[in-house]
């Protein structure tokens, strides 16, 4: 039976009717039509479905669109004026750091949150951070590459 | 693949949230941070009829040290656990065991209470709360108790909580001054369920040598096996290079490991004695700012 649910997206409202069972993944591109949200492996693994909850990564496949009530989502859409995001797309372009593009937007919703926070960005310490992102194209080497060029003028600012 | 259809309710206070759990006992199953139910629920290898949502629960979600004890709400998420001044500093085992469970963005959603009351037999909170022989507070419409979870955990996936009762609190005593503890864990794929882990408490006595002595070992999918008078033998021992070792062989001797379908007995023995070497090396080590 299908519900009424308000939820935030990116700062907008949307009211949309939605049964309790229904992922956040799929509310948010077959209801709220925001499509950069990927779906891939529908059980925490892939991490290309990942959003932000209230500014933190989740992923939205583990989520269920009902209990966003009273939440703010975030998605790639929402990250447009983000200027670490914009860093993050450019040295991606530069560093040939996605292939397909599949999994490129939940790689940077991850390294935007993250990048924000972290204190010492090391390769290892972003190595550790993308185990939770899978890219069946670049090989990660581009992609570790691309993170620690933004990670240089970007932490602790 | 999506979830089966099911009733939602989202718990608004803790009164509600036990008797939500009270009418609807065991089919009334708890949505915590979910980073292990979903998958199942996706999976369709669970059909609930009812889901309770905890997520915004705040009288679960506290963290204190008082009284010889860190106090952790059922609520309180991984990555909270890992970067809270409390945790870090009263029970640096269970803040660096927080930091390694999963991913991520997995340790933003998943909490402290589902982890343990999941009850799997490789994950790192089970470990951490069998070694320092932590108590969880349950609480129902019938009352408060608390249970050590040594006694809690009855089998992998399996916890003796009663059908309306929910976790409130999970209380970790406060290590004594001297006592390290150490876990050292096994992955074949970074981020993924722990193929086999060990952790460790121990004392030293004056001279560097063991004066106490615990040790937790999961592997080969059995309840993690907590290892106590096993080791009494032990005690006293060193300082000497090789104790290390000799610990770790005596307790790979004694498990009762059988293949599985991840690996054959002989290589989880050589991983489990791998690990208990690694960590017990790591607690008898001198420490600067220490005494030696």
Request: net charge neutral; hydrophobic share 45%.
């Amino acid at each position: 039976m299908k519900t009424r649910v308000t939820l935030t997206v990116n700062g907008q409202v949307h009211d949309v009717e939605i049964a309790p069972h229904y992922l956040l993944s799929d509310v948010l591109r077959d209801v709220v039509g925001l499509t950069a949200t990927h779906v891939g492996c529908e059980q925490g693994v892939c991490g290309a479905c990942t959003v932000l909850v209230d500014d933190r990564p989740a992923r939205a496949c583990l989520t269920f669109a009902i209990q966003m009530e009273g939440h703010e989502i975030t998605t790639l859409e929402g990250l447009r004026d983000d200027p670490v995001t914009q860093a993050l797309q450019q040295a991606f372009h530069e560093r040939h750091a996605l292939q397909c593009g599949f999994c490129t937007p939940g790689f940077l919703v991850t390294l935007s949150a993250w990048l924000k926070e972290a204190t010492d960005p090391t390769p290892a310490a972003v190595r550790d951070l993308l185990t939770g992102n899978l890219c069946r194209c670049t090989g990660y080497q581009n992609i570790v590459e691309a993170v620690l060029s933004v990670a240089a003028t970007e932490c602790g600012r | 693949m999506k979830p089966a259809p099911f009733a939602y309710h989202r718990a608004q206070s803790l009164d509600h949230l036990l008797r939500l759990k009270a009418d609807l006992r065991g089919d009334g199953v708890i949505l915590a941070g979910g980073q292990s139910l979903v998958p199942m629920l996706n999976l369709r290898l669970s059909r609930p009829g009812n889901l309770i949502d905890i997520n915004d629960l705040v009288e679960l979600d506290h963290v204190h040290a008082r009284d010889g004890m860190l106090r952790i709400g059922a609520m309180v998420r991984h990555h909270r656990i890992a970067t809270h001044p409390l945790v870090r500093r009263h029970h640096p085992l269970v803040a660096g065991m927080a930091s390694m469970i999963g991913y991520h963005a997995i340790r933003q959603r998943g909490t402290i209470g589902g982890s343990l009351t999941l009850a799997d037999p490789s994950a790192h909170f089970p470990l951490a709360a069998m070694l320092c022989d932590a108590t969880l507070v349950l609480r129902s419409t019938r009352g408060e108790r608390s249970v050590p979870y040594r006694a809690l955990y009855l089998s992998p996936l399996n916890c003796a909580l009663e059908d309306d009762e929910i976790v409130r609190s999970v209380l970790f005593p406060i290590p004594p001054p001297g006592c390290r503890m150490e876990a050292e864990i096994f992955h074949l794929n970074h981020g993924g369920f722990p193929l086999a882990a060990c952790a460790v408490a121990l004392t030293a006595d004056a001279r560097g040598g063991v004066a106490t002595l615990t040790l937790v070992i999961a592997a080969g999918g059995l309840r993690p096996v907590v290892l106590d008078r096993e080791l009494d033998g032990f005690l006293g021992a060193g300082p000497d290079a090789g104790l290390p070792a000799a610990i770790a062989g005596h307790v790979a001797a004694i498990l009762p490991l059988e293949d599985t379908a991840k690996a054959p007995a002989a290589y989880l023995s050589a991983v489990v004695r791998r690990c208990a070497t690694l960590c017990v090396t790591r607690a008898l080590a001198p420490r600067a700012g220490e005494p030696a």
